[in-house]
C-alpha cells in the first residue's frame, strides 16, 4: 500500500491588487491555514473525499477505461474547452445537482487525475483513496482553490513517481504548472500568484504576468485576516476598474503606478525584515505602506463599507489594515506587531468579532507544499 499525505498553505496579497492586471507588482505571502490531503492506493476504482466541500464520489475504474479523453500532450497538458466539456459529459451530466463550488472542485480534480495518469502513469489511471479537507473558506481571497490544485498535482505526481517526496525545486516547478492548468478551470484567465505562492510558500514578488522574486525564509509575522462575509464578483470589480481606466487613464494609470511602487517598497522592506525582523523603523515603514494602499484602492473604486469599517477599528488600536484580493467585501488584512510593549491583540479582535466579522489569527510566510510518504 502507499500512502501520501500532502498539505499546501492558503495566501494572502499585501499589495498590488488590480495593478498587477496591468502588469505591475504584486506582493503575495503564505498564510499560516492549509489544505490537507492524503491519498491511499486501491486496486480498481477512485474515490474523492471533499469534507469541507461535502461531497464524496466514487467510480469504478474497469467503467472509465471504456471512455477516451483527448490525447496528453507533452509533459504539461493545457487545459481546453474540449477536455473540460468531455470531463463534464462523462462525469457530471446526469448526475445530481452540485453546487458551483463542488462542479469546479470536482473538474479539476478529475483534470489532473486524468492527465497526470496518461502523462506518467503509462496511460493507466491512477487507482487511489484521495480525502481531502481545508482550513480555507472557499470563495474568500485566500487562495482555496490554488492550495487545493497544489496539493492534488503535488500527491498525483509523486504517486507516479515523476517528483520526489523531497520536493527538489523541478519537482516544485512541474508542481505548480499542472496546478496552474487546474487553477484556470476555477478562474478562466488566472494570474498564477496563487498557485505560485500555495506552491513555494514564504512570499514572491510578481510582475508582468510572472514571479520575478521569492524569499523563503520571512520572519513569521502575525496578521489577522478579517472576512467580511461580503460576497465580491472579482470579474465585476476588475471590469469597473477597466472602464474607469478608460474614462480617465491619466488618473487611474497614476493610482496603478503609485500602488505598483507600493508593492515594491513594500519588497524592499520584506527582504531588510530577513535580516532584521524587529527594527521598528522597517515595521513602521510597513504599515504606513498598508495605510496608504488602502486609500489608494478606494480611490479605484474597489473597497467597501465594511472594510472602511475594519480599517477604523484596526486604526483605533494603532495598527494598519486594507482589503486583499479583490476587494468589494470579501477579506481585510491587519498587520500586528507588539507596540512599545503594549498587546492590544485581544481587544482588536474581540471588537471585529464583536461587529459579526469572521477573525483568523495566523502568521504569514509560511512553508509551501510539503509531502510525506509510505510506501513498499
Not at 500532450?73 to 445530481?96: A, H, M, R, W, Y
Not at 474568500?140 to 523531497?166: E, K, N, Q, W
Request: contains cysteine; aromatic residues 8%.
Amino acid at each position: 500500500m502507499m500512502k501520501i499525505e500532502v498539505s499546501a498553505p492558503g495566501k494572502t496579497i499585501l499589495h498590488g491588487e488590480h495593478a498587477v492586471v496591468y502588469g505591475k507588482a504584486a506582493v503575495a505571502v503564505s498564510v499560516s491555514l492549509r489544505t490537507s490531503l492524503t491519498l491511499i492506493s486501491h486496486e480498481n476504482k477512485v474515490v474523492l473525499n471533499l469534507k469541507n466541500l461535502g461531497l464524496m464520489k466514487e467510480w469504478d475504474l474497469n467503467v472509465l477505461n471504456d471512455y477516451s479523453f483527448p490525447d496528453a500532450d507533452g509533459d504539461i497538458t493545457p487545459v481546453n474547452e474540449e477536455i473540460i466539456e468531455k470531463i463534464t459529459q462523462v462525469f457530471i451530466l446526469n448526475s445530481e445537482c452540485y453546487s458551483e463550488s463542488q462542479k469546479l472542485a470536482l473538474v479539476a480534480f478529475l483534470y489532473l487525475w486524468i492527465y497526470i495518469s496518461k502523462c506518467y502513469n503509462n496511460g493507466s489511471f491512477i487507482s487511489c483513496i484521495v480525502d481531502i479537507d481545508s482550513e480555507l473558506s472557499v470563495g474568500s481571497g485566500m487562495g482555496s482553490s490554488a492550495s487545493y490544485s497544489v496539493c492534488l498535482a503535488a500527491a498525483m505526481l509523486v504517486f507516479c513517481g515523476r517528483t520526489t517526496p523531497s520536493l527538489l525545486p523541478e519537482d516544485k516547478e512541474l508542481i505548480n504548472k499542472w496546478a496552474f492548468q487546474a487553477e484556470r478551470i476555477f478562474h478562466g484567465k488566472p494570474s498564477g500568484i496563487d498557485n505560485s505562492i500555495c506552491t513555494y510558500g514564504g512570499a514572491l514578488l510578481f510582475e508582468e504576468g510572472r514571479v520575478v522574486d521569492i524569499l523563503t525564509n520571512l520572519p513569521t509575522f502575525s496578521i489577522l485576516l478579517v472576512n467580511t462575509n461580503v460576497p465580491r464578483n472579482t470579474k465585476l470589480l476588475v471590469s469597473n476598474v477597466k472602464q474607469k481606466h478608460e474614462l480617465y487613464p491619466s488618473v487611474v494609470e497614476a493610482i496603478i503606478n503609485a500602488i505598483d511602487t507600493v508593492s515594491k517598497e513594500n519588497w524592499q522592506l520584506m527582504k531588510n525584515l530577513q535580516d532584521s525582523p524587529c527594527e521598528m523603523n522597517t515595521l513602521n515603514k510597513f504599515e504606513d505602506l498598508i495605510e496608504m494602499n488602502h486609500h489608494l484602492l478606494n480611490a479605484l473604486g474597489v473597497g467597501h463599507a465594511k472594510l472602511d469599517d475594519i480599517h477604523e477599528i484596526a486604526k483605533k488600536y494603532s495598527y494598519s489594515s486594507k482589503l486583499t484580493g479583490a476587494g468589494g467585501g470579501g477579506c481585510a488584512i491587519v498587520f500586528l506587531y507588539p507596540k512599545n510593549g503594549d498587546s492590544s491583540f485581544d481587544l482588536l479582535k474581540m471588537e471585529l468579532q464583536h461587529h459579526e466579522y469572521e477573525v483568523y489569527d495566523i502568521f504569514m510566510g509560511c512553508t509551501g507544499v510539503q509531502v510525506k510518504f509510505q510506501g513498499q
